[in-house]
């Protein structure tokens, strides 16, 4: 299966943002998803593992959530600030297999 | 605190061998599967092969099976991805990275570089 996600979001400082990753065949909710975040020039970093939990130091304004009637997952990232501004993957297993989403790059302007 | 360092990066001609190396600390390595994912220039992430805890078990994706082999030495917290038959299409940052207890990778390195070029 594919995940696809927008290639782009943007959207202003203190606003909310979601990005969507839909799972291109079977079910969204058989296999956990996770969420990375890529500043440029980083290493990517998890804000979002097992659909909707929060590693502890991530803030709270990062949410996960997944729809079995769109078979996907959303991330959703609140009081945006401009450190937000990076490329998010999303990534699930097909088996043992890693899969990743394209990524989308937000823009926080 | 956990660290993961990667080696071996540089520039080879396509047909070539190249052996990447991630040298793990700040936790027990023996616990925990592995990773290589790999990033071409200003593409998305790409899962290349994992290994399990204790190296019984290993898995690869379509585009390296046959070429790459990913390898543990858990005596010295060492991961390894020996890459034969490199292809122009090969070329990337790769990432080692650590299963997390939970699912998904939770620790990265920093990457290494490498570039397949004539």
Known sequence: FILTQPHSVSESPGKTVTISCTRSSGRIASSYVQWYQQRPGRSPTAVIYEDDLRPSRVPDRFSGSIDSSSNSAS???????TEDEADYYCQSYDGSFGVFGGGTKL??? | QVQLVESGGGVVQPGRSLRLSCAASGFTFTNY???WVRQAPGKGLEW???ISFDGSDENYSDSVKGRFTISRDNSKNTLDLQMNSLRVEDTAVYYC??????SGYDYWGQGTLV???S
């Open chain 2, 97 to 102: 990275a650590k299963s997390s207890i939970k």
């Open chain 1, 75 to 81: 991330l959703t990232i609140s009081g945006l600030k």
């Open chain 2, 115 to 117: 570039t397949v070029s």
């Open chain 2, 48 to 50: 290349v092969a994992d």
């Open chain 2, 33 to 35: 599967g592995m990773h």
């Open chain 1, 107 to 109: 823009t926080v302007l």
